[in-house]
């Protein structure tokens, strides 16, 4: 097993040992800090696809991360009330159900937006996807049916079999379980020949389409798998909060994303994980202690980029790559 492994599967034990030592000292606002990491380690692993295999340093994922959490939000307010949603039905609060729409909402949102998006590359590949997620920001913020600018509560938080997700440790057990499917979803990608390709479309594009592979289907590709992992996340973190509002839909959450998986290593497999939990510690730690923590984080992101380009998995697995 190499070093990089190693320190995987010690992120991953430690992620999971924090809410049951929190749970075994009768401590539950740990198991919620937790539940936090592992939402925004997802968030991060579905960015991973577009910017750790791909290249493409979207400021647009904030879009999927608010569309599935307005997914939660419209589908349990509507089974709450019981009002009709679309032909009779009144939206659910089954949590499987409201993460396969999220999929398909955010799946389509990633499809129509990656379709024009990436026949631009660079600075303007960034700055659109960002225009496309402020659009869709701005409509949040003028839609008064679901909240406004003040956004939408979800009254209680929505099920699933076999569980108790109003007791922290099961809901945490969820979203652990969802993060491992990611996680897995990305090796095996990452692995395939799917991920040569997308690695090769970032390296040399016309050296890949000389071999009869086209880059922007494969960059497509991996910018909607990437969008619907990220919906996925976005329905978790409004069960969490038990509310969703435009702010997730802000460019602050695509920075957010993008921090995370810089700070633990772009393209490390659990470099989501080793980012979230990171910056998770500061946010709510070092920022009890004054207002702005922010610019220690600055202070961690800029060691990271001049010193350790591999993040904190790869500084701790020994593969740091400097300048």
């Not at 939660?72 to 993460?99: C, D, Q, R, Y």
């Not at 960002?130 to 209680?156: C, H, K, N, R, T």
């Not at 702010?247 to 921090?259: A, C, K, P, R, Y």
Request: glycine share 12%; charged share 10%.
């Amino acid at each position: 097993m190499s070093r990089e492994n190693i320190v995987n599967a010690l992120l991953l034990l430690l992620l999971l040992a924090i809410p049951l030592a929190a749970t075994a000292g009768d401590e539950p606002f740990y198991v919620t800090l937790a539940t936090r990491m592992a939402i925004l380690a997802l968030g991060a692993v579905g960015l991973n696809f577009a910017l750790g295999l791909g290249g493409l340093v979207s400021f647009g994922h904030a879009a999927f991360f608010g569309i599935g959490g307005y997914a939660a939000g419209i589908l349990a307010t509507h089974a709450f009330n019981m009002e009709p949603l679309a032909f009779g039905w009144t939206g659910s609060k089954s949590m499987p159900v409201i993460w396969l729409v999220a999929l398909a909402a955010s799946g389509i949102a990633a499809l129509a937006i990656g379709a024009i998006s990436l026949r631009t590359s660079g600075v303007y590949f960034i700055m659109i996807t960002l225009a496309f997620a402020q659009m869709i920001y701005y409509f949040a913020i003028s839609w008064p049916a679901y909240g406004g600018e003040d956004g939408l509560s979800i009254y209680v938080r929505n099920a699933f079999p076999g569980l108790n997700t109003l007791n922290g440790l099961h809901f945490f057990f969820v979203c652990y379980a969802l993060l491992l499917v990611a996680l897995v979803l990305f090796a095996v990608f990452r692995d395939a020949r799917f991920g040569a390709a997308l690695q090769a479309a970032r390296q040399n594009e016309a050296r890949l389409a000389t071999v009869g592979i086209a880059p922007y289907r494969i960059r497509l590709a991996a910018f909607v798998i990437s969008g619907m992992i990220t919906g996925v996340a976005g329905a978790l973190f409004a069960d969490l909060n038990r509310f969703v509002s435009p702010s997730m839909l802000s460019w602050h959450m695509s920075g957010e994303l993008i921090v995370l998986i810089i700070l633990g290593g772009v393209g490390r497999l659990c470099g989501p994980i080793a980012g979230a939990m990171l910056y998770v510690v500061l946010e709510f730690f070092l920022g009890g202690v004054t207002e702005r923590w922010q610019f220690f984080l600055g202070l961690i992101l800029l060691g990271v980029v001049l010193f350790a380009r591999g993040g904190i998995v790869g500084l701790a697995a020994g593969k740091v790559r400097h300048g």
